[in-house]
Structure formats: C-alpha cells, structure tokens
C-alpha cells in the first residue's frame, strides 16, 4: 500500500430532499407544514427547523431582494414539521429546513443532503 492510497466511503440511496416548499401564504396564529419530496429517506426520521430574517415593511421586490442580498436567519425555536407563525415573524421571511433521515439511519447509516425553502409571513 503506498501512500497516495485514497479510501472513499460509498453511500447507496442515500435519505435525500428532492423538494421543499411552502404552501400559500403564512399568518400569524395559522399553522404551515412544508411540502416534501423525499428519495429513499422516511418523513418521520427527518429533522426540521424554522427561521426567520426580518425584512420590514418593504414591497415583495424589494424585500426580494433584500433576502438575496444576505444578512442573518434567528432561528424561530421550532424543530417540528409545522410551524405557527407568531407576531414576531410579522414582517419577516421564513424559512424552513429540512435534514432528511432514513429509519435505518439510527442502525449507522447517516442523513445525506438537506434543503430549504423561505416564504413570506403577512398578517392574518
């Protein structure tokens, strides 16, 4: 064995996100749960967790593109499928990501892949 041996680890079907989005529009006090696309992965194995960015009061392509531009997610504190919104998310992006796991992943596979998907939340 001479040293410019590599050793790969080959991961078959790995739990994989396909899609992630949200549905319609978020208000404050009415519960949303992401639409998941998942390949060789279980929903109840996956990991979620909620953010959210403060936009303000600006128009939807202005706050378009504030998000494009950067600055910090707070993550919301909820790790659960679905998310109330509350009046601390009033005039903010959320965002949603989602680790997806496989049930033979606690046998010593591991969660592969992961997405996100942000939508804006309006007053209810």
Request: charged residues 15%; hydrophobic residues 40%.
């Amino acid at each position: 064995s001479s040293s410019s041996d590599q050793v790969f680890e080959i991961v078959v079907n790995p739990p994989t996100v396909e899609t992630l989005s949200l549905p319609g529009f978020p208000m404050v006090g009415y519960p949303i749960s992401p639409i998941v696309g998942l390949a060789f992965a279980e929903l109840s194995s996956c990991r979620f967790r909620w953010l959210r960015k403060r936009v303000g009061q600006l128009q939807p392509q202005e706050a378009a593109a504030a998000v494009a531009a950067g600055g910090s997610w707070e993550d919301t504190g909820c790790y659960d499928m679905c998310y109330v919104p509350t009046d601390r998310d009033l005039g903010c992006r959320l965002k949603v990501e989602c680790t997806p796991g496989a049930a033979a992943a606690a046998a010593g596979g591991g969660a592969a892949g992961g997405n996100g998907a942000e939508h804006a939340a309006a007053a209810a």
